[in-house]
């Protein structure tokens, strides 16, 4: 009797047994898609912040260009209206201030001739001055400096000069403010070349 009891609890502790196996059996079958599942979900949030990380980074920088554009557009709109001249009534200015110019400096002036190219680049027409100019070579220089220091932006291309009078004979190309005539009170005959630019 006690042997068939045990035999039965045995038997009882077996199935408990197979039960247990087949319970964890499909708990590992079960749980390793979910895990799996939560592996690739875990792995994806992962990228997901790398690429926010990056994309904050990107509109970072974007804005920061959107702000530099922006303080071009100023920048740019301030200097053609402060040193450039507008397109309608570019010629009577420039003509008055070169004009001004020759008077107060004490240089004589033949004709100015002015050369537009019609072909606007990057919103602006391109101006080509030349002034045959004659006078004191103190004066000559002196007008070269008020071009140079104009509010209206000119930029000297060459320079033709020939020397007279006390300065002795010279010729040739030479930079603003280059000392070719010796003296302060020879005459000088100088060819003036010029650019400047009007915005539309």
Do not use: W
């Not at 939560?38 to 959107?66: C, I, V």
């Not at 320079?159 to 010279?170: F, R």
Request: proline residues 4%; hydrophobic residues 40%.
């Amino acid at each position: 009797m006690i042997y068939r009891r045990q035999r039965q609890q045995y038997i009882f502790a077996g199935f408990l047994a197979v039960i247990a196996i087949v319970n964890v059996l499909f708990f590992f079958i079960l749980n390793r898609p979910a895990r799996t599942e939560y592996e690739r979900l875990q792995e994806s949030t992962r990228l997901l912040r790398a690429q926010a990380g990056a994309n904050k980074l990107t509109l970072d920088r974007l804005q920061k260009t959107s702000t530099q554009l922006e303080h071009f557009e100023k920048d740019k709109t301030m200097l053609m209206m402060k040193h450039l001249v507008h397109r309608p009534s570019g010629y009577s200015q420039i003509v008055s201030t070169l004009e001004g110019l020759v008077q107060r400096t004490g240089v004589r002036s033949t004709r100015i001739t002015y050369t537009p190219d019609p072909t606007p680049h990057a919103g602006l027409n391109t101006v080509a001055v030349t002034i045959p100019l004659d006078g004191n070579y103190s004066n000559i220089v002196n007008f070269i400096r008020q071009v140079e220091n104009s509010d209206t932006f000119f930029l000297i291309t060459a320079i033709n000069m020939t020397s007279g009078g006390n300065a002795g004979g010279a010729s040739g190309n030479t930079a603003p403010g280059s000392n070719t005539a010796s003296t302060g009170s020879g005459n000088v005959a100088l060819s003036l070349a010029l650019e400047t630019y009007f915005y539309q």
